[in-house]
């Protein structure tokens, strides 16, 4: 008699403590082979010592370990459309330049000469948000790609989107992220982040609660990268606003916390 290991499918939304243990309902991570339903190829795990903290998270277990110099990560889906999130928190450099890769999800490049220190914090917790993505041949590959340094992962969170007839074979729109402020609540003024994969004409607007435009970020054509805006709310009151991205037919908007 040949016994055969099946591996039994996973529950959306998928959550992953990479480079860690199962934590506060993130499964633990583990190496890929063809009888499990997920994993990682090639890296090493790396933890903060005890003691050391990760900010800007209400989950800071996730953050704290990760995969450095990791290659791929394979997740096991029925074929559909997928929103991913990557997260990640710098561990060792508090400088720019210092670690820098690209990140692809499902061959579509999303982040290019990513470099999470000129977004973000050193022990600071930040997301990438891809939407969209479509997985044909049952598995949702992410591949990273040094520059400088090893690439690295926290965390992953996989959710499956309800496609609507036909779309499964559209091809997949270009990826403009629009990043969480900070620090949000924030006082006088705070810092909105963004990453354009192709160059276009980028409009950043913040809005009150009306929906009435306060401010104008950006209104000019901006080349691929990585961006950083500060919002001066010095003449603003508190309250709650958004920041409103449009890059082409696009439309990204994030909300943010003013606090006197």
Known sequence: VIKINMPQPLSFPVKINVGGDAVQGFLPDQDWNEEVEYGVQDGHTNKLAEGETITGTDTPDIYRSQRLNI??????????????????????????????????????????????????????????????????????????????????????????VNAKVGELNRNPKKNYLLIQNYPNPFN???????????????KLNIYDIQGRKVQTLVDE????????????????????????????????????????
Do not use: W
């Not at 006088?188 to 980028?202: A, I, M, N, P």
């Open 188 to 202: 006088s003024s705070t810092v909105v982040r963004y990453f354009l994969e192709e160059s276009g004409f980028v």
């Open 221 to 260: 054509f901006k080349e691929t990268g990585s961006y950083s805006q500060k919002f001066e709310a010095t003449d603003l009151a508190t309250g709650l606003y958004f920041s409103r991205l449009q890059v082409r037919d696009i439309n990204k908007t994030i909300k943010l916390t003013l606090m006197k």
């Open 71 to 160: 290659v791929k990560y394979k997740v096991r889906v029925p074929n559909g459309i997928y929103n991913v999130t990557l997260m990640m928190a710098e561990h060792s450099f508090d400088e720019v330049e210092k670690r820098v890769f690209d990140i692809y999800v499902e061959d579509n490049l999303v982040a290019k000469n990513f470099d999470i220190i000129k977004l973000s914090e050193k022990q600071a917790a930040f997301n990438i948000n891809v939407n969209r993505i479509q997985v044909s041949d049952e598995i949702l590959d992410l591949h990273f790609a040094a520059g400088k340094e090893h690439p690295c992962l926290n965390g992953l969170i996989v959710e499956k």
